[in-house]
């Protein structure tokens, strides 16, 4: 537990930090089933006919929508829609009209550009503009406080403004499930995706297999995924049977004990799906081990046992599950990365190898699902409150909670939603994208 930011979040302890200069985060609004999507009214900033139609389409969401910013009304979240640049000078006017706005965002708000990516660019003019948008949202994301967000959606070839994984996106980033998503800029590369009839069960009717299920993370995906509408099946190894049958009862599943690096790991997962559930439609990839040393110090055994679990057998499994006849109608994969195989991470050449050969999975697997209707994508967890992290020297684990702009370190939850949104067919149209869940930190790439 973060006590610090308990303690500071308010009262004398919030006027005691702000005078000695120390950090100040906020208790970030999370998801709670019925809340309200945003607090606050909605400020879609940009001319074109992209925001229109967006702003047309988030009125019968039943959000109050600004098209013009009213002096000194506190604002829920402004979107900023920049989807038809030209040149870096186009950025110039929506950019700084929406300025004059940030001010008057109320605590944990939301800022959101909607843009193209600069990939399907077809001039340097235009690809320089779209870059921009990358580093302006980057950067902004940095200077907002009181537990507000910055992220960003791109638009690929295929994908506009009001593309179904465009608004399960923003849906997503409005709303407490990404608190602790801040800086990103996700990708929707297709116009591939659907809304689900009830926001609050964007899972229902669907079976999904979580790995590593039995504790942290893992345990806090199933009961996300449960909470959300899906039938689980929870897989763990024999040794954390106990926890995993606590689980499972907890979400109504089924355990299934089984060390994934076994070859036959991922036809037992189908078998096992299929006879108690009849189908397959959601896999997990959560399971994961670290075995941190020194590079010079490294040995055999620890190198091969973090590659066997962490991302050999993630391969294994999703060529069993790309071969089979039950994992057909719209399938999704979902992995669990880490920043650490981004930015590296002392001590952990062998984990930042394999969460980084993770990363080259998802992104190579991407057209290979995409054949049968599906997607696949990844998480990247940052520094999360864990009973692994629990057990760091203080300081380490103090310095490690402030290094990022919301100034504290994220719950299980947090990563969680994200899967749970990228699982959804609201994020159909999005696959072989990598989302950090690091409350953007600021140390590292």
């Known amino acids: 537990m973060d006590k610090y930011t308990q303690l500071v979040s308010r009262g004398l302890g919030k006027d005691i930090a702000k005078k000695l200069g120390l950090p100040q985060p906020v208790v970030l609004r999370r998801h709670e089933p019925g809340q309200p999507l945003v607090q606050g009214p909605v400020l879609i900033q940009g001319s074109t006919a992209g925001a229109d139609e ?9 959000l109050d929508i600004r098209r013009h910013a009213v002096p000194k009304e506190k604002l829920g979240a402004i979107i900023l829609v920049l989807d038809e640049l030209a040149h870096p000078d186009d950025l110039e006017k929506p950019v700084l009209a929406a300025a004059a706005s940030l001010r008057d965002l109320a605590p944990n708000a939301r800022v959101i550009t909607v843009s193209r990516t600069a990939a399907s660019a077809s001039t340097p003019e235009i690809a320089a503009a779209r870059q921009g948008v990358d580093g302006l949202l980057r950067s902004l994301a940095k200077e907002l406080r009181a537990g507000a967000t910055g992220n960003g959606i791109l638009l690929a070839d295929g994908a506009d403004t009001t593309s179904p994984s465009t608004l399960g996106a923003l849906r997503f980033f409005l709303s407490g499930r990404s608190a602790y998503v801040d800086g990103q800029l996700l990708a929707v590369t297709s116009g591939a995706g659907q809304l689900p009839d009830d926001p609050e069960k964007p899972l229902a009717g669907k079976v999904a297999v979580v790995t590593g299920a039995a504790r942290g993370i893992g ?10 509408g899906a039938a689980l099946v929870l897989v763990d190894v024999p040794a954390a049977g106990d926890h995993l049958a606590a689980v499972a009862n907890e979400v109504r599943g089924t355990a299934l004990q089984l060390d994934i690096s076994r070859a036959d790991a991922g036809q037992r997962i189908i078998d096992h799906a299929v006879e108690r559930h009849g189908r397959l439609d959601l896999v997990i990839h959560n399971a994961g081990i670290t075995r941190d040393k020194l590079l010079a110090n490294m040995d055999a055994g620890r190198w091969n046992s973090v590659t066997a679990v962490n991302i050999a057998a993630q391969l294994r499994i999703n060529e069993v599950l790309l071969a089979s006849e039950h994992f057909r109608s719209a399938p999704r994969i979902v992995s669990v990365a880490s920043t650490s195989g981004i930015a590296g991470n002392r001590g952990q050449t062998n984990y930042a190898a394999s969460k980084g050969g993770v990363m080259g999975m998802v ?3 991407a057209p290979l699902i995409g054949a049968h209707g599906g997607s696949i994508n990844a998480v990247a967890p940052g520094f999360i409150e864990t009973e692994m992290t629990a057990r760091m020297p203080f300081v380490t684990r103090e310095a490690a909670r402030r290094l990022n702009s919301l100034q504290q370190g994220g719950q299980p939850e947090d990563v969680a939603e994200a899967i749970a949104f990228l699982a959804s067919d609201a994020a159909g149209g999005i696959s072989g994208e990598v989302l950090r869940v690091c409350g953007q930190q600021l140390v590292g790439a």
């Open 219 to 228: 345990a806090a995906i199933a009961r996300t995924l449960y909470r959300d």
């Open 363 to 365: 992104r190579a697997t």
């Open 54 to 62: 967006l702003a047309s389409t988030l009125l019968a969401w039943n």
